[in-house]
């Protein structure tokens, strides 16, 4: 795989090429999204269906895993999947790689899964609550608590970038190997792919924050029982 | 597996911008769309169940009114088939009064007719018998009967009562009467001067006679002293004897 080249500097800090490609999927993510929302009526078009579809696909997900914080948790859930979707299928159009196939990004996302469960779980019902939680059920198991959130951070990003970033290298390699036409297979198993990992690093990262929020919330009915 | 940390933090920053950006224009956007959807879908049942409790109660409300309208008109029939009753039995009532009225009077009316028929015939019958006995006195008139009717006349003049006798005193009060005798032939001197004393004798007074032929009496006298007469001819008693036919009829 190829290492991101440096586009162009900004003073001392270069940036890459998988910023600027963030930076499309950002501006046409914003220029759909401000396109397909901007006359929405109550009796929906085709594209209107097809984003409530969507956004209510993803509202069902999320809701079948924590149902009371909804709403809250939508945001940053829905934009991982959208955006590392998007990311993953960049490496389907030449001359463009995927973000997620750098590791900069993937544990960027995961340090930002980190931190949102921390934040969430504190929104829940507290940093005292939230942190007594990490002692429970013996203060013994503090330190594996905290391997667990390192680790599976890690993991996260890990998973992420080694499965894209394969995906990649293997197209290369086969394309190189076997010419033109054989690798078109291979990039439907790449959309598979794309698809699956957005949805495991979304679903992990959905759990993670709800069980930060339902651990609150358990230790909560413990202090009131 | 290359690391950057410009890459890295700016991958952070970007995500963030990413959220606020699909937040902004896709998130709430669709959502509120869909939550106003859902408002005017629950608006929409609500107001549909309203109508339709509301369409339940007319219904229910329409069929008591249906039920107390049966009854009414239950009740109305009942009482217009009374009324129809009643009426129709006073109608019955009044028409027989009237059919046993107009019987009697066709009865009454019948009889009446039978009476005037009767009468008529009667009457017919008593103008032919007086006819026939005016004819046939007529061809008898004679001065052998008058002579008779003389006798008679006389009898009846004295055998008057005292109360016709009295009568005929106060009738000859008048001043200046005279008596007329009228008879249907000639009288002669004697009789003429028996008639003037029996006569002056029964009044009491001596008043002047008058007499005189009158052909129409058939046969016999009439006597005039003031308001009393004294009808003894064939003439007046046969109008007499026709009133008296008359009047018996």
Known sequence: MDIPTVVFYVGPFGITSIVVTTWGIMITLGICCWLGTRRLALVPG????????????????????????????????????VYIVIANLTGLIPQLHSPT???????????????????????????R??????????????????????TRTIALAVRLFGNIMSLELVALLVLLVAGLLVPVPLLMLHVIEALVQAYIFGMLALIYVAGAMQSQQESKKGNDI | MNFDWTTFVLEIINFLILVWILKRFLYQPVLGVIARRRADIDKSLSDALQIRNEANELKARNEQYLIEWEAKKEAAQAQLNAELTSMRESKLAELETRINEEAERRRVLTERN??????????????????????????????????????????????????????????????GLQIKIQSAFSLDTSKRGELTRSLNQMTGKTLPVVFNTNPELISGFQIDIGAWILHANLRDELKSFGGVLRHAG
């Open chain 1, 46 to 81: 085709k594209l209107q269906t097809m984003l409530e579809g969507l956004v209510l696909a993803i509202e069902d997900n999320i809701n079948a895993v924590i149902p009371d914080h909804t709403q809250q948790v939508l945001p940053f859930i829905a934009t991982l999947w």
């Open chain 1, 101 to 127: 196939g750098s590791f900069s990004v993937t544990a960027g996302l995961a340090l930002l899964v980190f931190l949102s469960v921390h934040w969430f779980g504190i929104r829940s019902g507290g940093a």
């Open chain 1, 129 to 150: 609550n939230y942190l007594r939680h990490y002692l429970s059920p013996t203060p013994l198991l503090l330190p594996f608590h905290l391997i667990s959130e390192v």
């Open chain 2, 114 to 175: 039978r009476h005037e028929f009767e009468r008529l015939m009667e009457e017919r019958g008593i103008a032919q018998g007086a006819t026939f006995t005016n004819k046939l006195l007529m061809r008898l008139a004679s001065p052998e009967l008058e002579n008779r009717l003389y006798i008679v006349l006389m009898e009846d003049l004295q055998g008057l009562r005292q109360q016709d006798k009295h009568v005929i005193a106060v009738a000859a009060e008048e001043p």
